[in-house]
């Protein structure tokens, strides 16, 4: 089980964790704010009153031995900064992942040696440009992915004799028929490289492309199962 420390409980923090499955992720909750702990505790979530600043403190919660995770969702870039240097002097293989506010925090937050930065200003930019340019794979993954827990990634490997062999990507139908994303596709006799379905032409498929989808485990093994059927028909 994967151990993620938050710190920092708005709405973002909320949206992220809350998407989390608890089967797989120890979550705890961190915030100064005595109101906002209570919220999170009422959520469901484990929740420590501690003292960001202080390094006893980052240790009494795992940073530097247990905690795999760290989500620095403080409102204030500075807040983040500090909290992202403390924690990597402590651990310099914990992933650390942060808000940013201001674009110009990114940098100094990158510098204090956080993994990940999330804009989510530019976040919501990209997806305004997704409604007006590509507003059907938008829906189709707020409607797929968003709200769900049980998501995972899969591969298919389409066989020799597949109904899947010479037709077109545009063809699948993998959200309507089985709730399912496809992201990418690997056609391994050209190289081991998986090219997203968003930056490429409509394809015709061959014997041996690598189909990488996501969504729910159970549509998975339906199409997977789909797929071995129509292989075994032929």
Do not use: W
């Not at 993620?4 to 120890?26: C, M, T």
């Not at 929740?47 to 940073?63: C, H, P, Q, V």
């Not at 066989?159 to 309507?176: D, F, I, M, R």
């Amino acid at each position: 089980m994967k151990t993620i420390a938050v710190f920092g409980y708005n709405r973002l923090s909320f949206e992220a964790i809350s998407r989390l499955d608890k089967e797989f992720y120890q979550i705890t909750v961190i915030d100064h704010d005595p109101v906002k702990v209570a919220l999170a505790r009422e959520n469901g979530f484990e929740t420590a009153n501690i003292d960001f600043r202080s390094d006893d403190d980052l240790k009494l919660i795992g940073i530097g031995a247990h905690v795999d995770t760290l989500f620095c969702f403080f409102d204030t870039d500075s807040e983040n900064v500090f909290l992202t240097l403390s924690a990597r002097a402590l651990d310099k293989e914990l992933n650390i992942i942060a808000i940013v506010d201001s674009p110009e925090s990114a940098e100094k937050l990158l510098a204090a040696g956080a993994n990940k930065i999330i804009d989510p200003y530019e976040i919501c930019g990209r997806k305004i440009h997704d409604m007006l340019k590509r507003p059907d794979i938008n829906d189709i993954f707020d409607h797929t992915v968003f709200g769900r827990h049980d998501l995972h990634l899969a591969e298919v490997t389409i066989p020799e004799n597949s109904y899947l062999e010479k037709t077109h990507v545009t063809q699948l139908q993998l959200s309507s028929q089985y709730n399912l994303i496809l992201i990418g596709i690997v056609n391994k006799q050209v190289s081991e490289q998986l090219h997203f379905v968003a930056e490429e032409f409509d394809r015709r498929l061959s014997v041996g492309d690598i189909l990488v989808i996501l969504g729910p485990s159970r549509e998975i093994r339906a199409f997977k199962k789909d797929v071995e059927n129509e292989f075994c028909k032929i």
